[in-house]
Structures are given as C-alpha cells and as structure tokens.
C-alpha cells in the first residue's frame, strides 16, 4: 500500500468508504422492506379476526363439528369480504376422528384427520391451498389477534431468502416457488364460551404490496448508488484539482529550482501561486528559503 500513489491510496480509501456506506444501506433497505411486509401480514390476520367476528356474530355460539355448513358459509364470506383464503382447522383435543369425519363426509369433502399431528381440516375455501395451512401450535398458545405464520417471498431473488428460510411452526419466511408472494397469519376460532375450538388460518395474495415495496427498494438503492458513484468521482476530481496537480507543479518547480541554484544560478527564484492554504504556505516558505540559501551561496562564491 505504501508504494501506491497518494492518489490512489485516497480513492481506494474512498471507494472503501463509500462501500461499506452502500452495504449499510442496502441492510436498512431490505429490513424496511421486510418490517413493510410483516406490517402487510399483520393486517391480514386482524382483518381475519374482524371479519370473523362480524360474519358470525359476536353474540353467536357456533359449534363447527354439529354445523360445518355454516362454518364453511362464514369462510367463504370472509373471503368476499377481505380477498384472503382461508381454512379452518379444529383442535383434536375437542373431538373424535369419527365425528370429524362425519363433519367432513357431510360437506361433501374426504377425511382428513391424518393429515395434521395437532388439527383437523375442517372447511377451507380453497383447497389448492390447503397443504400450505400447517400449524402445529396449540389454539391457546396464539393471541387472540392473531399472528404471523410466516411469509412467502417472490418479490426479492432467490439467493437473497435461501440463508433465511425458516421451518417449523412459524417458519418466518421462505422463498415462493411461483414468484408470487403470500402474507401468512392465523387467529384462534372462539365458537361460544372461553376456550378455542381451533384456529383459522389465512393466506392472502400480497405480491402487488410486494413488488411495490421491492420496485421502491430496488429506486432507492440505485439513487444511492449513483450518489456514491457521483461522490466518488466528484472527490477524486476535486482532490486531483486542488491537491495533486498543484503537488505535481509544486514538486517539478522545486526539482528544477534546486538543480539551478546547485549549478550556480543564484538568480533562480521560486514562484509561489499566491494561495495561503497548506500548499501556498509551503511554497511561500520554500521561495523564502530558496532566496536565503542563494544569498548564502552569492556571498561564499563572492559572486
């Protein structure tokens, strides 16, 4: 390092600097982008307990296993009013796989008891979807707002959520398979009196939030990139104008100055450029040093 010009050695601290600054940025970017899309998942759990509450009634005791046709109505409702999907999964705890296949057999759909180690998928209005609603929390153990499962991330690449993906009972985020990305969340489901019989899970579509969010990330850092890149070659120019060419002027002067008076031409002045910063102080005082070495020199030589 220490053979490389002054030059060189200020842009490359620079582009150092300027580096580490785009990386910091490019890390507070992306977790406001991920703080962005939990915000987004959020929502989609408290719209779920609202719309829940008011399609079936906060008065109204609902036991889904007896009547899972009106468990399956109020879903399909929350849908048409939120956009989301949703499934409702009771806890085994509460029933018998006979009467849940019952439940299942009378909404014309299969058993599926021995699909899930803690629940039941009772009615889901989408059943495309219905391998992606795994839970495996207890119903007592979600807050009665809800809370996020995880998120399915299309928006981003690839390589930037592979040493992310998270498993388990919230997996927190995961790359989507098909590029689109979906808000997971699940809220506990009261039918009547103060325990849960299960919990509703919901996905909804949130890729246009995310491609917005990800558009406005990706502007963002490239207005800052071209900034740094702008301040670079603006700071390289500068100190190329004001220090290093004045530098380089300085030092071929004093060269040829010296070797004149070293020759015996103590009529050899130096021409400092009038400034009084750093460098015009060090030419001022080099003229004045010049003029008493000749001096010195005349009168030795008796010349």
Not at 1 to 9: A, E, G, P
Not at 70 to 99: H, P, Q
Not at 143 to 158: F, K, L, Y
Request: charged content about 20%.
């Amino acid at each position: 390092m220490k053979n490389l010009s002054i030059r060189t050695r200020i842009l490359a601290g620079v582009v150092a600097i300027n580096l580490i600054g785009a990386v910091a940025v490019v890390v507070y970017l992306h977790q406001s982008y991920s703080r962005g899309l939990d915000t987004t998942v959020a929502r989609t759990g408290s719209q779920g307990v609202a719309a829940w509450e008011q399609i079936k009634g906060p008065d109204t005791d609902l036991d889904p296993i007896a009547n899972p046709q009106e468990a399956a109505r109020i879903l399909e409702g929350m849908k048409s009013v939120t956009g989301a999907d949703y499934a409702l999964l009771i806890d085994k705890n509460i029933t018998d796989e006979a009467t849940f296949a019952a439940a299942r057999e009378s909404l014309g759909l299969p058993p599926t008891w021995a699909e899930r180690d803690n629940y039941g998928l009772l009615a889901t209005t989408d059943e495309a979807l219905a391998d992606d609603m795994q839970f495996g929390i207890s119903p007592e153990q979600v807050p009665e707002n809800g809370r996020i499962v995880g998120v399915e991330v299309g928006s981003c690449t690839q390589t930037c959520h592979d040493g992310v993906t998270g498993e388990g009972d919230y997996w927190v985020v995961r790359w989507s398979t098909d590029r689109s990305s979906k808000g997971h969340a699940v809220f506990p489901a009261y039918a009547g009196g103060t325990d849960p019989v299960g919990v509703i899970y919901a996905i909804e579509d949130i890729t246009e939030q995310a491609d917005a969010a990800n558009s406005a990330m990706l502007q963002t850092l490239l207005v800052v990139s071209i900034t740094l890149v702008v301040a670079t070659l603006t700071i390289g120019a500068l100190m190329d104008l004001l220090v290093l060419k004045r530098l380089r002027r300085m030092t071929v002067s004093i060269q040829d100055i010296s070797m004149r008076v070293a020759g015996g031409d103590f009529d050899a002045e130096y021409e400092p450029d009038g400034t009084t910063d750093e460098i015009g102080s060090f030419e001022q005082f080099f003229a004045d040093f010049i003029k008493l070495v000749s001096m010195t020199l005349r009168q030795l030589s008796g010349k």
